[in-house]
């Protein structure tokens, strides 16, 4: 039996761990822009990064941190993101994690940095380190410490966001916490979007990423927002050990409590992120079910989420479920439209060749005025489904991403 | 020596053709809503349709006439897709077609049909038929002909659009004209879109067919507005041989000097669509060069045409080249950043790790301003070239996508 629980907090959840949030004026005066994380010791550590080509100077400097196993601070910053900065972006991220180390006594193989913000601008260095060592002087345990973390890597976020879940592992309590940040450029393969989880639980580098990389395919991997996908998205996770547990160094029991907490984590800050995409006003849960394959499944759900013409039905609280599969139609799954059906919180709109009259798109109206609902495509073809978490695409969106500037 | 020359026109431009426009309330009042071309004579004809499939049903209707080489007629109207429409809309597409026939004495295998407007609703036949029956009787060969048929096909077009162009071919001159209608969900493979192509050549259908296929290569499938596919796209292109030359029927010097009128007409169609994109404030034509392959050229101008943080800030007129970078980076293309350049109609943005810096980017932000600009990023890793029309994601492609009611 799972005793699997939801608790508050942040990254200062599971023992081991400090953080501290400062406004160094990376790019706004009077907002939180640079995050410490800092463990008391070198930690276990798994990471997952963008897949986009144009990787990030932080992106590729931690790639060779992670590859050592073994992490105890990462220096986050928001306003810049250090991306498209060649040679001297990379020196910028190597000087920075140096400096961090430095300032913390720590070796510098364990530091990690992490940047979100406009591409194409070098890092203020000064202004970055003398907010490094603010920072330092700041670390603390409490969730206020976190928070203050979560506030530092905001970029487009309207708030901060944070889980923590328990369980017991080995007979010892453990407890994951993480935080990030949202919100637009955000697809396969995650997004604009840092998250960084600790965890006080013992669990060996190989178990450790295998756990990060089957709680990101059910959570972060499974959102879109815009379609676009980031320079600079990183997933860390670092385990302390402080909760006395066996390591973990096989799949098992104890692995499958771990990973269930992970997971909540995970999908609960892929939750928050979705809420709150650009301009969001809706949190759309897209399912395909029927479908002949999963990659069918799969394909057939990411392309409702990435419709543009969906997602501003869906701001504008219209049932217009033909866009829908008309997305269907061209995502490249196998679709034949006199069998599929068009659920919206289980409310029909299509189904099998009827259309719904005006009656029962008065009935959608109403759902479509939920803040938060469901679409379901039953394809009737087979048995794959496949989940992606959206949101609308609204006014606000535009304006955000037509404003927030070079 | 080509004497390719632009004239003015649409449908009717070509000898040989007749056409007409008339409001019949098939959705809106008082806006033309159901057109009508014609031709004298049975014409050589080909079409090429969406590859959605979740095709509606005029276009399942018309594979099958088009497969038969001749058409004589169009019957099309606005304000209703026949999309998703099932049995039902099947029957009403072949009874549209059967009863136009009827009405002007033509053989019924010679008579297509196309729809556009919104998915789901069945066609209102009554008045879809009045419609139609009203077009005979006001059908004529005059550009106002053309341009009531133009506007019948409008939905959220803010201006009819036609093109025309002469040459001379086996001695002759021959006319190709046309008309199009827009503007949103358009995409590889075209849009809702439909295009009317008319010629007095004398072509044979296998060299139509051809000759299309050619032509919407490089054309109306190079069209990107919002990345969504239609259920109903369709481009027809009827050929009366009016114009008295020797039937093409192979490759060579008159095909060519055909083939160049037919692409000055598409090309331009492509234009107009490009520029009447919802909501769309700007035309913007995107390159990409020395890629790898042909295939990456493609795929990276596409992301970058269809990346709504790309699209936001050419809105924004926000030289923000890290989102034009970002997209190529996750488009599957591949891409070196620091041997990559970016270029805003010639002046760069980025080049080989330079970014530009504040008075470059006051340069920029005077291209931005344009209403039509040239995006090109040189990706100096091979020859490959690939360039797509598109246009900005705006304020009110939101307003007019979250209010076009179902």
Redesign the interface.
């Known amino acids: 039996m799972s005793d699997l629980r939801i608790v508050k907090g942040g990254v200062c959840a599971a023992r081991g761990f400090r953080a501290a949030g400062v406004a160094a004026e990376i790019k706004y005066k009077g907002r939180n822009d640079v995050a410490l994380v800092v463990a008391d010791a070198p930690c276990a550590a798994a990471a997952v990064f963008t ?5 990030a100077a932080p992106v590729i400097y931690d790639r060779e941190i992670v590859a050592g196993g073994r992490v105890q601070a990462i220096l986050a910053n928001s306003g810049c ?1 250090n ?6 972006g990379l020196r910028d991220a190597r000087l920075a994690a140096l400096t961090t180390a430095g300032e913390l006594g720590l070796d510098p193989r364990h530091v990690l940095v992490a940047s979100t913000g ?5 890092l203020p260095m000064d202004r970055l380190l003398a907010g490094m060592r603010a920072a330092t002087r700041r670390l603390g345990r409490t969730a206020a410490h976190g928070l203050a973390a979560e506030k530092a890597v905001m970029t487009t976020d309207t708030c901060p966001k944070e889980a923590a879940a328990t369980a017991t592992v080995g007979g010892r309590q453990v407890t994951v916490g993480g935080m990030a940040k949202g919100s ?2 955000i ?1 396969p393969n995650m997004a604009t979007m840092l998250g960084f989880i600790t965890t006080d639980a013992a669990v060996s580098p190989a178990m450790l990423r295998r756990a990060l990389g089957l709680a990101i395919a059910r959570s972060f991997n499974r959102l879109v927002v ?6 600079n998205d990183s997933v860390f996770l670092l385990a302390s050990g402080a909760a006395g547990n066996c390591e973990i160094t096989r799949a098992g029991a104890d692995f499958d409590a771990f990973l269930e907490a992970l997971m909540a984590v995970c999908v609960s800050l892929t939750r928050q992120m979705a809420t709150d995409g650009e301009g969001a006003t809706k949190f759309v849960t897209v399912t395909v079910r029927g479908a002949r394959t999963a990659k069918d499944a799969e394909r057939a759900a990411r392309a409702i989420a ?4 969906a997602k ?2 869906w ?2 609280r ?6 829908v ?6 995502s490249g ?3 034949v ?2 069998k599929a059906e068009v659920f919206y919180d289980g409310i029909w709109a ?1 189904r ?5 009259d005006a009656a029962q ?1 008065g009935r959608l109206a109403r759902v479509l005025r939920r803040r938060a609902f469901e679409v379901v495509v039953d394809l009737h073809l087979g048995a794959a489904e496949s989940t992606i978490y959206t949101c609308d ?3 606000d ?3 955000i ?6």
């Open positions: 897949t986009n080509k144009v990787a993101a991306a498209c900065t060649g040679e001297r406009v591409i194409g601008r070098p637009g450029m697809e815009d379609g676009d996908e980031s320079t990435k419709s543009p013409l501003t039905s701001f504008g219209d049932p217009n479920w033909g866009r599969l008309a997305a269907v139609g061209y799954a196998d679709v439209d006199m299509f099998r060749g009827e259309v719904a798109l695409l609204s006014l969106y535009v304006h991403n037509a404003d927030y500037t070079t």
